[in-house]
């Protein structure tokens, strides 16, 4: 668990439709409140998103074209707007060295 329980809205953004399915299904299944869960496919419809909605928790995919989640939560983390947003960063690839201190300089809280 991730701090407090989570109730309410979940962003999912990423660029791979197999993982979108399995976090829609494992963040919708909650117990005893399944989630109110959103994606996107691309890290400026998140940042647009985010702007627009007030989610309980943003759940970011690491790699994408383009602007990578790093550079996404550094640009949330630098806007008042969803600075206080809880946000975690994933990626189904090995963890690389130095991820943890650039995972929290980016605004994140966690790293999966």
């Keep these: 668990m991730i ?3 989570l109730a309410g809205r979940v962003l999912i953004i990423d660029d791979e439709p197999a993982e979108i399915e399995f ?4 963040f919708g299944s909650m117990k005893p409140t399944p989630a109110l869960v959103s994606f996107v ?3 400026q ?6 702007l627009k909605h007030k ?11 383009g602007e990578d989640g790093f550079e ?3 640009r949330m983390l630098a806007d008042p707007r969803i600075r206080s947003r809880r946000m975690v960063i994933y990626t189904n690839k090995p963890i690389a060295e130095g991820v943890t201190a ?6 994140f809280i966690g790293y999966y």
């Design 3 to 5: 701090g407090a329980p």
């Design 72 to 74: 996404l939560g550094a």
């Design 23 to 26: 976090l829609q299904k494992a």
């Design 41 to 43: 496919q691309t890290t």
């Design 55 to 65: 989610y309980d928790l943003i759940v970011c995919d690491l790699k994408f074209k």
């Design 102 to 107: 650039r995972t929290e300089a980016s605004g």
């Design 45 to 50: 419809e998140g940042f647009d998103l985010a």
